[in-house]
């Protein structure tokens, strides 16, 4: 029996004991990050570097949240995520959590049906979504953003809103990038 025969049967029988992944693709994914991180955000991507703790409580991957308001809890900036691009992109998986309203984003091993097995090394990359999945910046309604320094930065081609003061009222939208179609 050959090494990716043997390999494709464990990874058969490792799937029959795996959590549930998500049936339907959620539209939008929100993360919340601090303002000063977005820099490095837009130039690094969304990066998650789990620990061997993260591992044994199944918490590895990025956090996201499926409602807009609960993840403007953990940081003053969320990050609307095009769920729909990700999925279609094939390089990521979406897990839900525990609490019912939270998914886990994790990267798919692109050398998986390769039957060469996983390095360790695998792992310890973690989960990385490039800036081009971001679709939209909500800031918190504490302050303002500055719509030019941040175009100017950089981030031109994502929607700009705030979160509204009174939580009855909608997302006040800020900047909204021109269709490919307008820039011509």
């Known amino acids: 029996m050959s090494m990716k025969l043997i390999m494709e049967s464990f990874r058969t029988f490792l799937n029959e004991e795996a959590p549930a992944t998500m049936q339907d693709t959620p539209q939008h994914l929100y993360h919340a990050v601090g303002s000063d991180q977005l820099d490095g955000l837009r130039d690094n991507g969304i990066v998650n570097l789990p620990t061997e703790l993260d591992f044994e409580e199944d918490k590895s991957g990025v956090p996201c949240s499926l409602d807009m308001n609960d993840a403007q809890r953990h940081g003053d900036v969320v990050l609307e995520l095009d769920g729909e691009q990700l999925a279609g992109s094939g390089q990521y998986t979406m897990n839900p959590n525990?609490?019912?309203?939270?998914?886990?984003?994790?990267?798919?091993?692109?050398?998986?049906?390769?039957?060469?097995?996983?390095?360790?090394?695998?792992?310890?990359?973690?989960?990385?979504?490039?800036?081009?999945?971001?679709?939209?910046?909500?800031?918190?309604?504490?302050?303002?953003?500055?719509?030019?320094?941040?175009?100017?930065?950089?981030?031109?081609?994502?929607?700009?809103?705030?979160?509204?003061?009174?939580?009855?009222?909608?997302?006040?939208?800020?900047?909204?990038?021109?269709?490919?179609?307008?820039?011509?």
């Open 98 to 184: 525990d609490s019912g309203s939270g998914v886990r984003i994790g990267m798919t091993d692109s050398a998986y049906t390769s039957g060469h097995g996983v390095h360790d090394m695998v792992d310890k990359l973690g989960t990385n979504i490039p800036f081009q999945f971001v679709k939209k910046m909500i800031f918190s309604g504490d302050s303002l953003p500055n719509v030019r320094k941040l175009k100017d930065g950089g981030f031109g081609g994502v929607e700009i809103a705030t979160f509204p003061r009174n939580p009855d009222e909608e997302v006040q939208s800020m900047w909204t990038p021109p269709l490919p179609d307008e820039q011509k």
